[in-house]
């Protein structure tokens, strides 16, 4: 026997390594789990606010453990007098609704705001979700948070047609109260690292309006209440080591959280239109991904009748980006969604795993083809150079102009708002008073 080649190395086998054991965690000394309650009662519309106090002493935050746990009432007017109740409530939740409650989620570090002013919270958290989780997920554990998926084709349908609506409408009929817990789609959220001691922790809640989060006949008005809310921190005592050796590092440099940054932002196309120029999208720090999609202006803005999720195609025969005058990708995208036979947008599905940094990996989104061009059409855009945005590394933060270009096959019939995702490389520091810094404007 001989090599393959000469170059290649001798290994051994992990089987034949029988005298190392595995290493031993010390840092961690034990964590629990501490229940937080409102500051102020629950009433109808009111923002929802939580303190979690600076821990002392040897307790650090974890923040990616944080939940969000909700019981919710929903009130509907009953039946006309001797009609029969039908089998799908004509009033219920639109998808993923622990999330879909809320328009804007702030958060803050010893009273300095972390997070950007926006409404667009649930778009947030739904795509994330739609993209980020595969089917297993999005029908186990995520189901905690009210995720069941809308049938395509049918995201407006108030029946059985409709399987993702009839479920989540029947698990809430006759007036029940539900329970859900879930995490928040936030920045500080989503990284591992742990929050110093002596940090307080602010988090605020702003409701959606129930045209948005709701669905049913534009003449009804159901009630929603959510009747508990509670935030679940997890906490940890630190080994006195650790601390010590923490302490000593802050004396000459800060601590330091890396995140992505997300920004969503909306630019409204008026009907009548055949195309759109979206000049200055992002003027400054460029994203390293961005989730482009449409949906209805009355839709966006809240309507009981219709899915504010439903992420219509309008006949898009051309999207692209434009990076300082640099089209990205090389060649734009031009789906053909106009013949109901044989229509042509397998490019543009195809990004919602090259843009994502799934594709030719075991791993999916539960979207499928057929799904894509009736009510889940998202165009992806990974911007790393070396198609990195899903993984912890950092590239060379780029500075520039981004224009957004989109044209349709059809003049619009209905006003559209645009919907940009994006994605960014920041960081959050703690210097050793506990003076919060951004390196981002908030």
Same mark, same amino acid.
């Given at each position: ?7 290649? &190395? ?56 944080? $939940? $969000? ?15 029969? +109740? ?8 639109? !998808? ?13 570090? *010893?009273?300095? =705001? ?9 778009? /947030? ?40 609506? +009839?479920?989540? +409408? ?5 007036? /029940?109260?539900? #329970? ?6 936030? #920045? ?29 006949? %534009?003449?009804?008005?159901?009630? &929603? ?5 509670? $935030?679940?921190?997890?906490? &940890? ?25 997300? %920004?969503?932002? =909306? ?39 219709? !899915? ?8 898009? !025969? ?32 195809? =990004? ?20 894509? *061009? ?12 070396? $198609?990195?945005?899903? =993984? ?8 520039? &102009? ?22 960014? %490389? ?8 506990? *003076? ?7």
């Amino acid at each position: 026997m001989a090599l393959v080649h000469q170059d290649s &190395c001798e290994c051994v086998k992990s089987e034949l390594d029988l005298f190392q054991l595995p290493a031993t965690q010390k840092s961690i000394e034990s964590g629990s789990w501490i229940h937080y309650h409102p500051i102020a009662p629950l009433t109808d519309g009111s923002s929802i606010e939580f303190v979690v106090p600076g821990s002392s002493g040897d307790e650090y935050i974890d923040p990616a453990h944080t $939940l $969000l746990a909700l019981q919710v009432k929903l009130t509907v007017p009953g039946p006309a007098a001797g009609a029969q +109740a039908p089998d799908v409530p004509e009033i219920g939740p639109i !998808n993923n609704w622990a999330h879909s409650l809320f328009s804007q989620i702030d958060i803050s570090l *010893n009273q300095k =705001t972390i997070t950007s002013p926006t409404h667009t919270y649930p778009y /947030r958290a739904y795509l994330e979700t739609l993209l980020g989780y595969d089917k297993n997920a999005k029908e186990s554990h995520l189901t905690t948070r009210l995720w069941y998926k809308d049938t395509p084709g049918k995201m407006d349908s108030r029946n059985d047609e409709n399987q993702g609506y +009839a479920t989540r +409408a029947n698990l809430l009929r006759g007036g /029940r109260t539900i #329970d859900m817990i879930t995490n928040l789609h936030c #920045d500080l959220f989503n990284q591992e690292k742990f929050l110093l001691n002596g940090v307080e922790m602010r988090v605020k809640l702003i409701r959606s309006k129930a045209e948005f989060h709701l669905m049913g006949p %534009d003449n009804q008005a159901p009630t &929603c209440q959510i009747v508990g809310a509670t $935030l679940v921190v997890r906490k &940890c005592k630190i080994n006195p080591s650790i601390l010590l050796a923490h302490t000593r590092a802050l004396e000459a440099a800060s601590a330091k959280y890396p995140i992505t940054r997300v %920004d969503c932002k =909306t630019v409204t196309i008026n009907s009548g239109l055949r195309s759109k120029i979206v000049d200055s999208l992002y003027l400054g720090q460029l994203p390293k991904r961005v989730l482009v999609s449409f949906v209805e202006n009355t839709t966006f803005n809240g309507r009981f009748s219709e !899915n504010p999720f439903n992420f219509k195609h309008f006949d898009v !025969n051309f999207l692209s980006l434009y990076v300082d005058g640099v089209q990205v990708p090389s060649q734009p995208l031009c789906p053909d969604y106009t013949s109901p036979l044989s229509p042509q947008f397998v490019s543009a599905y195809h =990004t919602l795993f090259s843009g994502t940094g799934i594709h030719h990996k075991d791993e999916g989104n539960a979207i499928t083809r057929d799904d894509f *061009n009736q009510g889940y059409t998202v165009y992806a855009f990974d911007l790393t150079p070396d $198609l990195s945005s899903h =993984t912890g590394h950092w590239n060379l933060q780029k500075s520039g &102009c981004m224009r957004l270009e989109v044209r349709f096959s059809v003049d619009l019939p209905k006003t559209v708002n645009l919907l940009v995702y994006a994605e960014f %490389d920041s960081v959050i520091e703690i210097d050793k008073y506990r *003076n919060v810094q951004t390196d981002y404007s908030s």
